[in-house]
T-cell receptor, first 115, second 115 residues
């Protein structure tokens, strides 16, 4: 069964500082990996995704993530955080077979940005 | 264009009552998903439809939960004999076609409170 662990429940960073949110997954083969952001009152928005190929993927809003198979990790990074990045971030894994469609999400990391 | 919409945005009901939650997917999207997000947790997969048929209902917690999509567009999630443990935000998502590689676009959710 696929699963995702986000070890940090809550992270606080200063505006302009760098950010790294951790994600570890469990899946039998190479998975499809996603990062979503959820702001209060908003739906989940896809930041980026990894399917195959280059292990460093770029997303929207200046975010990037790196797939490391040896560590079963897919950490999200941003070089310089903006106050508007304060939100909840979810890592998710999906099967890469056929029409399998369900996503399995982690419990999320809440990001607080101090000015 | 319009995104995924869900109605109502909030629903308060009493234990034992029946509720229906509605999802309008993005026009032209053939796949539709339901997830449940409990407080402090990530979204949890319930069911997904490809067209009118439920392709995977493995996430439905028990037979009190049922979902339909009779014309391949709007979907209704039905919960019978509601329990306090059903309180959560119910999220709907849609994608152009089924398959994890296809981006799922999420609605804002329906917050269900069972008293």
């Amino acid at each position: 069964a696929q699963s995702v662990t986000q070890p940090d429940i809550h992270i606080t960073v200063s505006e302009g500082a760098s950010l790294e949110l951790r994600c570890n997954y469990s899946y039998g083969a190479t998975p499809y990996l996603f990062w979503y952001v959820q702001s209060p009152g908003q739906g989940l928005q896809l930041l980026l995704k990894y399917f195959s190929g280059d292990t460093l993927v770029q997303g929207i809003k200046g975010f990037e993530a790196e797939f490391k198979r040896s560590q079963s990790s897919f950490n999200l990074r941003k070089p310089s955080v903006h106050w508007s990045d304060a939100a909840e971030y979810f890592c998710a894994v999906g099967a890469n077979t056929g029409t399998a469609s369900k996503l399995t999400f982690g419990t999320g990391t809440r990001l607080q940005v101090t000015l | 264009g319009a995104g995924v919409s869900q109605t109502p945005s909030n629903k308060v009901t009493e234990k034992g009552k029946y509720v229906e939650l509605r999802c309008d997917p993005i026009s032209g999207h053939t796949a539709l998903y339901w997830y449940r997000q409990s407080l402090g947790q990530g979204p949890e997969f319930l069911i997904y439809f490809q067209g009118t048929g439920a392709a995977d209902d493995s996430g439905l917690p028990n037979d009190r939960f049922f979902a339909v999509r009779p014309e391949g567009s709007v979907s209704t999630l039905k919960i019978q004999r509601t329990e306090r443990g059903d309180s959560a935000v119910y999220l709907c998502a849609s994608s152009l076609i089924a398959g994890t590689a296809n981006e799922q676009f999420f609605g804002p959710g329906t917050r269900l409170t069972v008293l």
